[in-house]
Each structure stands twice: as C-alpha cells, then as structure tokens.
C-alpha cells in the first residue's frame, strides 16, 4: 500500500481506538511512529499488579496484542483477527510506565505476523512477543 | 506432595488472590476443582471490550495466565513466576461470562508446565494456552 | 465436510506423505485414528540424537508439525501451510520410538488451529504442542 | 562471566557440536559472530524436502533451538535443556542454504531465553522463533 493510505489508515485505527472501553478500563495511549509502528503507552496503575506486588502478566498481553494488532492493522482493508499471541515475560514489571511497541514481520493475503516488545520507563526489556492476525473478509 | 499439604497450598492461593489488586479490576472469581485444577470466572464487563464489540483478547490471556499459574502455585513452597505465556483464540468472545481452567502437565524442580482453556458461558472452546513457569528461589 | 469426502482427502495425503523425501530421511510411518487424528510413527535413530544423547528438540518439532498438518489438511481443497508451531519439551526422550498425534481445534475459512502431543514408546507424554495452518489459495 | 570465559565455553560447545549425530543427519556448520551469537548453516538438502517441495518446517525448528541453544549455553557452566520453542514460518523455503542465529535475551540463574531467526541464501527472512532454557543441576 502506498504511504498515503496507510497514513489515512492509521488515522482511522487511532480514531477506533478513541471508542475502545478497554482503552478507557486501562487508560492507555497510543500512536504510531514514522515507521508506522504502533506504540501503546501505559502509566502506572495499582489495580493491575496481582497479588505479589507487580503487574500482571496479562496487562502486559493485552499491551503487546494491541502493538501488534494496530502495526499489522494498517495494511489491510479488512479486518483481522488476532490467531495467535506469543509473550515472553523477561523481567517483573514493578510500579513503572509501561510501553509496547509492535514491528510488522509480515502482510500476506491471509495473514499477518507482528513483533512486538514491551519497555519499562527507564528503558528495561519487560516483555517480547509475536502474533498471527487472520485477514477476515469483512470490510473495514 | 501428598493432597493435604496441596489443599493447604489451595488455600494459602485462594486467600492470596483476594488480596490481588486485578480480582478487584476484573471481577473474577476462582475456585480449585477436585482435581486440583484452578478455575477462573469472568462475569461479562463491557469495559474490557475492544473497539470492535468482543472481548479484548488481552482479557483472555489474563485468565489463562491466572489459571495456569495458580494451577502450578500447589506444588510449590517457592513462589513461581510466568516465563511464557501462548494463546490461541479460537472463537470470538461476545458479551458472555468466561471460565478459564488451568491443568499441569510438569511439576520439575526448575519449572512447571500447565495447559488452559477458557471457554463461555454456552460452553464454545474460546480460547487455549499454555505456560511455563519458573520457581524461584524465594520462599512462600 | 461429509465422512466420505474426509475419508478420500486422507488417503490422498496418505499417497501424498509416501512421496515426501523428509519421510524417507526420517523412516516415519503415518497413519489415521477413526477419530481423522494424523499419527507419526518414528522408531529409535541414533543419527537424530543430539551431543548430550537425546533425541533432538527437532524430531520432535517436525513430528508435531507433521501431526497438526495432516489432521487439519484433510478439511480442505486447497492447501494449508503452516504459519507457527509451539512445542513444549517436557521429558528428555531417550532410545525410544515416538508417537506424534493430531487432535482439529478449529477448521476456519482462513486458518486451521492443530494441537498435537508425542508419547514415548512407554506412553510417557514427551512433548505437546499447537500449530496454526493457513489455508492457501491453491487448490489440492 | 567475563569474555575469556565465554570464549572458552564456545570453543567446548563448538567442540560438542561436532560429537552431535544430528550433525552429521543434517550436514550443519556452527560458528559463533563476535557477539557471542551461534550461527548454524545447513547446505540445501533435497532429502529434507515435504512433499510439496519445500523444506521441512521441521528442518527450520532443528536450526532455531540450536541456534538459541548453543547461544544460552555460553553462559553456564551447567548443561541447559530446551523447555519450550516457538516458530513462525514467513516464507516457503525452496532449494536454498539457511542461515540460524541466535541472540540472547535474558541468562537468569534458572532460565534462559533466546530469539532466532533463519535467513536464506539470498537473505530473506523466512523464520523467527525465540526459545526458552531451563538451567539443570548438571555440571557440564
């Protein structure tokens, strides 16, 4: 796709995301590089630590699937569907901002496959991960 | 471990987890069933929807993580930490209460395997995982 | 698809493994349950064996992509491909014939889900694992 | 551990590999790049071919847990051992040499964890994955 439409697109997914309740549950936010990758920013919040003091794993989940989804998002005019998600969790994940960031690996007609990773705000590798979205048949 | 320090161990869990800052965020319940494995109930809350109407697969993998871990946690008197964490969504998840069950399929001196499910309130297969889970060298 | 229609497609991949050069290499035998589950047979090669003396992590892993492929191709016409393979190593294997089988999680328009397991020859559960398939637009 | 140290455990684990049958099976060069990554290269081999004429993905799995394997494994002076491996196919890998390299992500006192990725001849991405390792009580 050419750059313009998938700046347009890009557009069109911050504006969806505005919508999403999760968005407003975690008060994330988000935007996109000059690459075209999506970032996912998250301050600190004590309701999301589980029990022993750091945040949930699943937090960080939520944060790479987005990073992942909105990366691979932008190519297409379906939409897609995560399939898969992959997370390593490298270092606990205690009291910080959180931001993920994905890659775009791949943009097939069926499937796309990101990369994605999750920083601390001083700069810590929290988190890796990958996912597969499906390419539905149902027009953006 | 015989079953009546596991069911003390169930125990200690279960007390943990009501202490866990994201039981309060998510409104889950959990339960060990007969045969030891954790199950995690999710009510429906739209506020953890994505911006297309289903439940945020961030949610799911939550779940997963929960009944994974706490599913290992019995067979420990050291803490255990997710390493890994895979998901696969299998079917939308749309405005239903969601059940995640954990199972374990290692039990080493260094690391736990469990397997999970999560499936909705009609009974669809949602969602699966698996996690690995690394014990620490800090005492319960 | 109809039994009939499932049961062609399986002597069909049948036929189509026996001209594969990795079975010859490998000397794996295939065959289908009733339930249409993909089982490997691989007796014991000392060549696969990795430096510290055990089966290599790789047997493994083409063994579950070759269980999860075969289970989920006989569900369509065109051909899948497989997109990710998740394999969890749980017991070393050691001098033994291994057994691979598929179990179908999700035939979708797009994709296939697989998850597959191996057993050692004494019914040890060596490794699981999952695999997503994407379905091609080339016809079989 | 310092580099002298790394330097030293290379050279052993250079000198395990070439005592590895699966070696010999596959034809498979190793070296490790100054950073310290181990880098596997496997000579196209038509006898690891699947049916439809391309490489194995079994064959891609075997390249990236050695890759991520032998790159860990610098780091202990007890034996590690392949808990879990994740692997994304890209694209079909036909008639080509392949390059594996691994990258270290995290060398903690129970657990490792690399990411790899397999590259052919004329440098297309064709595979990621990423591995985990679990720290045995072996002394090597």
Redesign the interface.
Known sequence: MEIEIIRKRQQELLD??D???????YNMQFHYTEQGNAVFTLPYN???????GGI????L???L??AGWFTAATRYNF?I????????????AIKTTLMATGRL??A????A?S?MEVKSENGD?IS?G?G?F????QKC
Chains 1, 2, 3, 4 share one sequence.
Do not use: C, Y
């Open positions: 969806l995301f919508t999403a309740p999760i968005k407003r549950a004590p309701n999301f630590d589980h029990a022993l949930h794993g699943g937090v989940a939520t944060m699937d987005n939409w569907a995560t399939s898969d998600l992959q997370v390593r969790l490298l270092l606990p690996l791949k097939g007609s069926r499937m496959v990369e590798l890796i990958s597969s499906v390419v539905t048949s």
